[in-house]
């Protein structure tokens, strides 16, 4: 039976009856929807509810799609403007009169519709000349109508004009779905929660859903579907998730980092500050990971500025005091080499070599550091993901810290997990990027979570500031007074694919604009854009981080970890298209050394109601946490910075920023069946089990992330 079922979901979108070939390729490319089983599992994003009645008396223009009953009592052709035909109807109900029209398809119409009988009527409601109408309402004659059809919410899917077009559109979909759900059962849609967890959670059965969530006839049916539905979504995420994190302790075999010895105490007593009570803390959960033999796996979040960097060199000196060697893997070069230098002067009087390597050091520098790294005489280096390639080989790699991980691809990451045969070195992943506690427990389910919750004291909270555009003269003002004191300043376009052109075009035009009021030679500006060479944007970097140039024009591309701590202002252009958490890494470009550092918005005069909330958050707050909340409610998860490219939030219907207790209870009751059996094996796991192997077989990679 088995077989024939996994066959009728498998079917072929043009195989369907009602569909053909042409349609199925059109379906295909427009929806990518390929199988009967996608068709079923892609669902409605609203319903117009069908179980109710209007009156035409009762009817307004504010109504939105309305449905009628009553009978047709005249149908009359029209020769309008340029000789065009119209069709005009009108409709009876025993409370008063609604014209009916129609300006296409005029010949079938007419030849379908029939003076005298009884329809049910659905369109949206207008006034014209004083008069109520429905321009091309559906019609359905009373007496053909299922019983069902005026008893449920009506289904309305995305779709395009071609679909429309080609005979796809909204009610074919409808009619073809009907069909296709009366022949559904049990063995079909197969159940994959197991009975004793849905009588628990009072969710409805797989089958029920896939029924209610297309044709519900109560706006409780419907609610119910979607519970178990999105239920069904996190359940299996989180499964997944929680299974690859055992497997890894099963699969990657460490070596217990067993004594804290002089490296670590001496690092630790020379360092020119104290560290906060979030960082010790940190430190400690990570020592206790490091002294189990199973592979250390956690991500360490903090805001900018919180000392991410100083914790992860503190856990690389507790490798040292093991013999083993670590290493730093950082998104771009100039991200390295800032590493690089921070941690080259922390260690400078301690017994640590430290060494760089990117992709610009190459031939006999290049070599030496190899085969420095092979011998073990290397003790931590730092680099881009130069360090996985195959000709970097370590004599015994301990600590693989990653930095800003979500830059980095699954198999980059893997890539230094190889480096030993007999043991995986532990992973400790940095993001500068606060991700919500329920997005973290989603995306980074496989990893230990530790977040550094604290600025080191003395720092001075950046003063943020909206500003339009007519405030401009003001900003340039204050632009030269920060430079005669000595600073530098940020001014960031932003970049967006979709407006490309035009973003470099307000690049350009801006940084044009500037030389009008900071001329050379008393003035220096460094432009840098994605679009540029990496050579050419690193000398423009470089040129502004000896502060060469006192102002840099750039997109995005400076927004991680770049240190200049003479820059106390970032000026955002066009603020309202950027994401929050964005604005925030960007803000978090400066603040870095003692002066007062300040970031002004600058916007247009119009702005969207989620753009004024934007900006209204990070004036009110530097709280990064609170920032990446607010950006998870505004933008939704798959927007969250980092998860687009991931692929990981591709939920149909559960939103991690809203559905916060549906993913905490999904979790819950996946670690609880786990725990009681692992392997799935008992009779009653058998359905997650299969069901598990179904989705493995879809998405090859789900679920790892680290």
């Given at each position: 039976?088995?077989?024939?079922?996994?066959?009728?979901?498998?079917?072929?979108?043009?195989y369907i009856k009602g569909i053909g070939p042409a349609k199925g390729d059109a379906i295909r490319n427009d929806l990518q929807i390929f199988t009967l089983g996608d068709l079923l599992f892609t669902f409605p994003f609203r319903y117009v509810d069908r179980t109710k009645f209007h009156l035409i008396k009762d009817i307004t223009i504010d109504n939105d799609l309305i449905q009628l009953k009553g009978t047709l009592l005249s149908l009359e052709k029209v020769k309008?403007?340029?000789?065009?035909?119209?069709?005009?109807?009108?409709?009876?109900?025993?409370?008063?009169?609604?014209?009916?029209?129609?300006?296409?398809?005029?010949?079938?119409?007419?030849?379908?519709?029939?003076?005298?009988?009884?329809?049910?009527?659905?369109?949206?409601?207008?006034?014209?000349?004083?008069?109520?109408?429905?321009?091309?309402?559906?019609?359905?004659?009373?007496?053909?109508?299922?019983?069902?059809?005026?008893?449920?919410?009506?289904?309305?899917?995305?779709?395009?004009?071609?679909?429309?077009?080609?005979?796809?559109?909204?009610?074919?979909?409808?009619?073809?779905?009907?069909?296709?759900?009366?022949?559904?059962?049990?063995?079909?849609?197969?159940?994959?929660?197991?009975?004793?967890?849905?009588?628990?959670?009072?969710?409805?059965?797989?089958?029920?859903?896939?029924?209610?969530?297309?044709?519900?006839?109560?706006?409780?049916?419907?609610?119910?579907?979607?519970?178990?539905?999105?239920?069904?979504?996190?359940?299996?995420?989180?499964?997944?998730?929680?299974?690859?994190?055992?497997?890894?302790?099963?699969?990657?075999?460490?070596?217990?980092?067993?004594?804290?010895?002089?490296?670590?105490?001496?690092?630790?007593?020379?360092?020119?500050?104290?560290?906060?009570?979030a960082q010790k803390r940190v430190i400690k959960e990570i020592r206790v990971d490091l002294a189990k033999v199973q592979q250390m796996n956690r991500l360490l979040q903090g805001d900018v500025g919180s000392g991410k960097t100083v914790v992860a060199l503190l856990v690389m000196a507790i490798a040292i005091d093991n013999g083993l060697q670590a290493c730093l893997m950082a998104p771009t070069e100039i991200l390295a080499q800032q590493h690089y230098k921070g941690?080259?002067?922390?260690?400078?009087?301690?017994?640590?070599?430290?060494?760089?390597?990117?992709?610009?050091?190459?031939?006999?520098?290049?070599?030496?550091?190899?085969?420095?790294?092979?011998?073990?005489?290397?003790?931590?280096?730092?680099?881009?993901?130069?360090?996985?390639?195959?000709?970097?080989?370590?004599?015994?790699?301990?600590?693989?810290?990653?930095?800003?991980?979500?830059?980095?691809?699954?198999?980059?990451?893997?890539?230094?997990?190889?480096?030993?045969?007999?043991?995986?070195?532990?992973?400790?992943?940095?993001?500068?990027?606060?991700?919500?506690?329920?997005?973290?427990?989603?995306?980074?389910?496989?990893?230990?979570?530790?977040?550094?919750?604290?600025?080191?004291?003395?720092?001075?909270?950046?003063?943020?500031?909206?500003?339009?555009?007519?405030?401009?003269?003001?900003?340039?003002?204050?632009?030269?007074?920060?430079?005669?004191?000595?600073?530098?300043?940020?001014?960031?376009?932003?970049?967006?694919?979709?407006?490309?052109?035009?973003?470099?075009?307000?690049?350009?035009?801006?940084?044009?604009?500037?030389?009008?009021?900071?001329?050379?030679?008393?003035?220096?500006?460094?432009?840098?854009?994605?679009?540029?060479?990496?050579?050419?944007?690193?000398?423009?970097?470089?040129?502004?981080?000896?502060?060469?140039?006192?102002?840099?024009?750039?997109?995005?591309?400076?927004?991680?970890?770049?240190?200049?701590?003479?820059?106390?202002?970032?000026?955002?252009?066009?603020?309202?298209?950027?994401?929050?958490?964005?604005?925030?890494?960007?803000?978090?470009?400066?603040?870095?050394?003692?002066?007062?550092?300040?970031?002004?918005?600058?916007?247009?005069?119009?702005?969207?109601?989620?753009?004024?909330?934007?900006?209204?958050?990070?004036?009110?707050?530097?709280?990064?946490?609170?920032?990446?909340?607010?950006?998870?409610?505004?933008?939704?998860?798959?927007?969250?910075?980092?998860?687009?490219?991931?692929?990981?939030?591709?939920?149909?219907?559960?939103?991690?920023?809203?559905?916060?207790?549906?993913?905490?209870?999904?979790?819950?009751?996946?670690?609880?069946?786990?725990?009681?059996?692992?392997?799935?094996?008992?009779?009653?796991?058998?359905?997650?089990?299969?069901?598990?192997?179904?989705?493995?077989?879809?998405?090859?990679?789900?679920?790892?992330?680290?």
């Amino acid at each position: 039976m088995q077989q024939n079922v996994t066959h009728i979901l498998d079917t072929p979108i043009e195989y369907i009856k009602g569909i053909g070939p042409a349609k199925g390729d059109a379906i295909r490319n427009d929806l990518q929807i390929f199988t009967l089983g996608d068709l079923l599992f892609t669902f409605p994003f609203r319903y117009v509810d069908r179980t109710k009645f209007h009156l035409i008396k009762d009817i307004t223009i504010d109504n939105d799609l309305i449905q009628l009953k009553g009978t047709l009592l005249s149908l009359e052709k029209v020769k309008g403007k340029n000789n065009r035909a119209r069709l005009n109807g009108v409709l009876k109900d025993g409370s008063g009169f609604i014209d009916l029209v129609w300006f296409q398809s005029v010949q079938w119409v007419e030849k379908a519709l029939e003076v005298g009988k009884e329809y049910i009527v659905f369109g949206k409601p207008t006034v014209f000349s004083g008069k109520k109408n429905i321009a091309h309402p559906e019609m359905e004659l009373v007496s053909e109508v299922e019983v069902q059809l005026n008893k449920t919410f009506e289904p309305v899917y995305s779709t395009t004009e071609k679909l429309d077009a080609k005979g796809f559109d909204n009610k074919a979909r409808r009619k073809i779905l009907r069909t296709i759900i009366s022949g559904l059962n049990a063995q079909i849609i197969a159940e994959n929660i197991p009975e004793e967890m849905r009588t628990k959670l009072k969710l409805i059965s797989r089958l029920e859903a896939i029924q209610s969530i297309h044709f519900p006839t109560s706006e409780n049916e419907k609610e119910l579907a979607i519970l178990r539905i999105k239920f069904e979504e996190i359940f299996y995420f989180q499964l997944r998730m929680l299974m690859s994190k055992v497997y890894r302790k099963v699969k990657y075999k460490a070596i217990g980092f067993e004594k804290i010895g002089d490296v670590f105490h001496q690092l630790y007593k020379s360092l020119p500050y104290e560290l906060t009570n979030a960082q010790k803390r940190v430190i400690k959960e990570i020592r206790v990971d490091l002294a189990k033999v199973q592979q250390m796996n956690r991500l360490l979040q903090g805001d900018v500025g919180s000392g991410k960097t100083v914790v992860a060199l503190l856990v690389m000196a507790i490798a040292i005091d093991n013999g083993l060697q670590a290493c730093l893997m950082a998104p771009t070069e100039i991200l390295a080499q800032q590493h690089y230098k921070g941690i080259s002067e922390l260690t400078v009087n301690l017994p640590i070599r430290v060494a760089l390597l990117t992709g610009s050091i190459k031939g006999k520098a290049r070599a030496e550091i190899l085969a420095a790294l092979e011998a073990g005489e290397i003790h931590i280096i730092i680099g881009t993901h130069a360090l996985i390639e195959d000709t970097v080989v370590f004599k015994t790699l301990g600590l693989a810290v990653i930095d800003e991980q979500h830059r980095f691809g699954v198999a980059q990451r893997a890539g230094l997990w190889k480096k030993n045969k007999e043991f995986a070195p532990h992973v400790l992943v940095m993001t500068a990027t606060p991700i919500p506690r329920t997005l973290a427990m989603t995306l980074y389910g496989d990893l230990d979570v530790s977040v550094i919750d604290e600025l080191p004291p003395g720092r001075k909270e950046i003063k943020t500031l909206h500003q339009y555009e007519s405030a401009r003269p003001r900003v340039l003002e204050f632009m030269h007074k920060e430079i005669a004191l000595g600073r530098q300043i940020y001014i960031v376009y932003p970049l967006i694919e979709e407006s490309e052109k035009l973003d470099l075009k307000n690049l350009q035009d801006g940084y044009e604009n500037l030389l009008q009021y900071f001329p050379q030679p008393h003035f220096q500006i460094s432009v840098v854009h994605g679009r540029m060479k990496a050579a050419d944007k690193d000398f423009e970097m470089a040129r502004f981080v000896k502060g060469i140039t006192q102002i840099m024009v750039a997109t995005t591309v400076i927004e991680v970890g770049v240190n200049v701590p003479n820059a106390s202002v970032m000026i955002i252009e066009n603020t309202e298209r950027f994401g929050l958490s964005q604005l925030h890494q960007l803000r978090g470009r400066v603040g870095r050394g003692a002066e007062q550092s300040y970031c002004i918005l600058m916007t247009g005069n119009k702005l969207s109601k989620d753009g004024r909330e934007r900006i209204k958050t990070m004036v009110d707050t530097n709280n990064g946490f609170i920032i990446a909340e607010a950006d998870l409610r505004l933008r939704g998860p798959g927007d969250v910075q980092g998860t687009q490219q991931s692929g990981l939030l591709d939920f149909k219907l559960i939103n991690v920023s809203t559905d916060r207790a549906i993913v905490e209870t999904a979790r819950h009751f996946a670690q609880q069946l786990l725990e009681d059996d692992l392997q799935l094996e008992k009779p009653q796991n058998l359905p997650v089990r299969n069901h598990l192997v179904t989705l493995r077989k879809k998405y090859k990679d789900w679920g790892r992330i680290s």
